[in-house]
């Protein structure tokens, strides 16, 4: 399993636009990926679990991947967020 967490720097939090750019990405990779924020953790691939969390700013999100394109769907996932200024 590979893994990395990332603090939420937008003022908006992670809405729904970010979110769905982030899902959007890891959709193509076969991995399971998880979002864990707050103690909870849901699938990275669905975009109403992911919004459910109500991420704001400052919050440190999770990001975890298990399978043959983990590394690949973390690295991804790290360019989405930077791009995304997330």
Aim: with cysteine; glycine share 10%.
């Amino acid at each position: 399993m590979t893994s990395f967490q990332h603090t939420v720097t937008d003022p908006a939090g992670l809405h729904a636009r970010p979110a769905g750019v982030l899902i959007k990405t890891l959709q193509g990779y076969e991995s399971d990926i998880t979002l864990t924020a707050k103690g909870k953790t849901v699938s990275a691939k669905k975009l109403f679990a992911v919004m459910g969390l109500a991420v704001k700013c400052g919050d440190t999100i999770t990001l975890a991947a298990a399978g043959p394109d983990a590394e690949a769907a973390i690295t991804a996932a790290q360019a989405t967020l930077a791009a995304e200024g997330i």
